[in-house]
């Protein structure tokens, strides 16, 4: 009996052990026994599946994975030890000296650090385009070009890429389309079916959802999962079997959480667009959103995340956080817990104020990760912080 995604987050399991346990165990072991010699030999040439040892596979690992796999309608997938692992074991894995990487300018910023800083000392490049722009980037596109990177919503300006376009792109060059899936996760937007071939995830995020864990998983086309999995298995990013675990039970829920957080973020959203003390609120499922149809056409629901410029500058930003009395002052979103963030002096601080500038980062952005609290205190929590620090506006 085929099953439908909320089954399938719930009802994909490790198979039961001998002890006939009803919730998966956490299989903290760093290697697996062989029943003799020849099993030894034929595990690692390949010739059966099983797991060896935990750097390649673990029953928790392969549990994590295999949810995420149905979820996005993939062939494969491996589970990296954070989100950023991720990302960097599908470049490093599939590029080589000499290759080009075209990439969506809004990116996470450690994603931006790993194409402009770690990528070109071995003579990787990549190019930047604009995701308003999509007519822009096919003259980037080089005989060099074999991937394209794409993060969508990206964070924290909420810039959507059309997956339909950049598919095509990718198919008439012959590109790999490897897409930054975290801030809409699968319950809202599944790339693959647009024509990706691989996705990538931030499991730090809503996957987790409580705040509790770091990990990542890169999901996709079978081919292109072995060269990682090579990669993985001999460097060793692997995810531990505990936050496997965790993650593994987070997914049970993704569903009607992601639903939750889309709600009060919509509602957030709508009452802030009328507040006089911002410059601008973003959000993909508000119409003053200039992606607005793209974003309605490629995502479910709008998400979790506002950005929202407040008038005043860095200094009235600070004021505003610093006004904050519910709300978490960190670095992560995604969690049940409503999470204020500085960009600009905090996860995209190690960008230049020109390159923030060009991917709308200015010094008075906050990024809201509406949590699962009551809507209205999260909202009377926002509008004190603004109402607070309205005489520190410079
Ligand atoms: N991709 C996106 C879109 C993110 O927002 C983040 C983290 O904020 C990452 C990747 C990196 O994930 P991690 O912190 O799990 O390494």
């Known amino acids: 009996m085929k099953k439908r995604d909320n089954s399938n987050l719930i009802r994909i399991q490790a198979d039961r052990s001998l002890n006939r346990e009803h919730s998966t165990p956490i299989y903290l072991t760093s290697s697996f026994t062989f029943e003799n010699a020849e099993q030894g030999r034929a595990l690692f040439s390949e010739e059966v599946e099983g797991n060896i040892y935990s750097r390649f596979s673990n029953p928790n690992n392969s549990e994590l994975v295999n949810k995420v796999v149905s979820l996005e309608n993939a ?47 071995w003579g990787i490049t990549s190019t ?37 376009f950049v598919s095509f792109l990718a198919k008439k060059y012959n590109l790999i389309l490897h897409v930054d ?3 809409a996760t699968p319950v ?32 996709g086309r079978k081919d292109l999962l072995k060269e990682i999995r090579f990669f993985a298995r001999q460097t060793g990013p692997a995810l531990s079997p505990f936050n496997s675990w965790v993650l593994s039970k987070s997914l049970e829920t993704l569903s009607i959480r992601i639903e939750k957080h889309c709600a009060n973020a919509f509602e957030l959203a709508q009452a802030l667009e009328k507040n006089t003390e911002l410059l601008s609120v973003k959000y993909p499922f508000l119409p003053s959103h200039p992606q607005f149809d793209l974003a309605k056409k490629q995502m479910r629901l709008g998400g979790g995340v506002i950005s929202i410029i407040v008038k ?16 978490s002052l960190t670095a992560n979103l995604g969690d049940t817990r409503t999470i204020v963030t500085h960009p600009a002096f905090t996860t995209h601080s190690k960008l230049s104020e020109e390159e923030r500038e060009l991917v709308g980062i200015s010094p008075g952005l906050i ?13 009377e929590d926002i509008y004190q912080a603004l109402e607070r620090s309205k005489t520190q506006r410079i």
């Open 188 to 219: 809202l937007q599944k790339p693959i079916d647009f024509g990706a071939h691989l996705v990538s995830h931030s499991a730090t995020k809503y996957i987790d959802g409580q705040g509790r864990t770091v990990g990542g998983i890169v999901v």
């Open 181 to 183: 899936n975290t801030f």
């Open 367 to 379: 990024r809201i990760s509406v949590g699962l609290e009551d809507i209205n205190d999260i909202s």
């Open 312 to 327: 005043g500058g860095g200094n009235r930003a600070k004021h505003f956080i610093d006004s904050i009395k519910m709300a």
């Open 75 to 121: 062939e494969d997938g491996f589970a990296f030890a954070s989100g950023m692992a991720a990302v960097f074991g599908g470049f490093a894995a599939l590029l080589k000296t000499g290759d080009h990487v075209l990439a969506s300018r809004a990116l996470f910023g450690s994603s931006h650090q790993i194409l402009t800083q770690i990528l070109p000392k």
């Open 128 to 164: 930047y385009v604009d995701a308003n722009f999509p007519e822009s980037w096919e003259k980037e596109i080089s005989k060099r070009t074999k991937m394209i990177f794409v993060e969508t919503p990206s964070n924290p300006g909420l810039d959507i890429v059309d997956l339909e």
